[in-house]
């Protein structure tokens, strides 16, 4: 049977507005919707990107340094944990890359791994020279330099000076003006006869400032007259305003100096200068070992 029944009638959809809300009662404060807080990527963790075969490659080169008389595959392989397949190719890449030698089945360390080494020991023996600068030039408030003898060349090898008492400025090479200030002068004292003339015909005497020394004889009968190992000092023969000294070191066969400058106004220092950095480095020399060849 059809239900013929009229239908009832539906209520008209709801028109939807702005959102109604209930004003907030005074004095009441209203947060405002809270949104979650950014969360950062997770770190990743501190060995996530080291690289294995990097690490083992290392401890193998540390176990081949432990034996001066070179150490085969398989006690390697054992010292450092390593199955002996893998120790066998990283082994084989050392010696390919020159980090390690193989002689009669044991292992040395190579050329590469050796300039690797010396290199890092003349770096450690740098820091030391330039540390012990700095503490002489704190401890007794003037610049400090030190300069070697090499290659038939006058090398400043470090200058440790402040803002409160700068280095004296090259304005003239050092090489070429070795006959005008302290340092060159000290170095060239420690040279024999032939070594000082085959040094001045290269680079002969010029006029620097009016106090410059005048010609090659007049310096060598000044370095004649020097007695070995002696305190050198000059007075604006290389800057004009400047007085420096400078004190002999011989290590080995090569010259070395440590020199000092100060203002020609704080000319009445120079000589206590120099004798207490004298002192200082007779106290550490021994100690401090430094190095010509840095």
């Known amino acids: 049977m059809v239900d013929t029944a009229?239908?009832?009638?539906?209520?008209?959809?709801?028109?939807?507005?702005?959102?109604?809300?209930?004003?907030?009662?005074?004095?009441?404060?209203?947060?405002?919707?809270?949104?979650?807080?950014?969360?950062?990527?997770?770190?990743?963790?501190?060995?996530?990107?080291?690289?294995?075969?990097?690490?083992?490659?290392?401890r193998l080169l540390e176990s081949v340094a432990a034996h001066e008389h070179g150490a085969p595959a398989k006690q390697l392989a054992r010292e450092t944990g390593l199955a002996l397949p893998t120790a066998y190719h990283l082994?084989?890449?050392?010696?390919?890359?020159?980090?390690?030698?193989?002689?009669?089945?044991?292992?040395?360390?190579?050329?590469?791994?050796?300039?690797?080494?010396?290199?890092?020991?003349?770096?450690?023996?740098?820091?030391?020279?330039?540390?012990?600068?700095?503490?002489?030039?704190?401890?007794?408030?003037?610049?400090?330099?030190?300069?070697?003898?090499?290659?038939?060349?006058?090398?400043?090898?470090?200058?440790?000076?402040?803002?409160?008492?700068?280095?004296?400025?090259?304005?003239?090479?050092?090489?070429?003006?070795?006959?005008?200030?302290?340092?060159?002068?000290?170095?060239?004292?420690q040279l024999d006869e032939e070594g000082r003339r085959d040094h001045l015909d290269r680079h002969p005497v010029q006029t620097v400032t009016p106090y410059t020394v005048r010609d090659s004889h007049a310096l060598l009968r000044r370095l004649d007259r020097m007695r070995r190992m002696e305190l050198v000092v000059e007075r604006q023969e290389y800057a004009l305003g400047t007085v420096c000294a400078a004190i002999p070191i011989t290590l080995g066969s090569t010259a070395a100096t440590l020199a000092i400058s100060l203002p020609s106004h704080q000319a009445d220092r120079l000589l206590v200068a120099a004798q207490q950095l004298q002192t200082e480095v007779g106290r550490l020399l021994g100690s401090l070992a430094i190095s010509i060849s840095i």
Request: aromatic share 6%; hydrophobic share 35%.
């Open 91 to 189: 082994l084989r890449t050392l010696v390919f890359e020159g980090y390690l030698r193989r002689e009669k089945g044991l292992f040395f360390l190579g050329e590469a791994a050796e300039q690797l080494g010396s290199s890092g020991a003349r770096q450690k023996r740098r820091s030391t020279v330039v540390d012990a600068l700095a503490h002489w030039r704190d401890t007794i408030g003037v610049p400090v330099y030190y300069a070697v003898y090499r290659d038939g060349e006058i090398e400043v090898m470090c200058v440790s000076d402040t803002p409160g008492n700068p280095a004296v400025e090259e304005w003239a090479d050092f090489r070429e003006t070795g006959h005008a200030h302290a340092i060159g002068q000290c170095l060239l004292s």
């Open 6 to 58: 009229p239908a009832e009638p539906q209520a008209p959809p709801v028109q939807r507005g702005p959102e109604q809300r209930t004003p907030p009662s005074p004095g009441v404060r209203v947060r405002p919707t809270e949104r979650p807080a950014h969360v950062p990527p997770a770190e990743p963790h501190p060995t996530a990107t080291l690289i294995g075969s990097v690490q083992r490659a290392m």
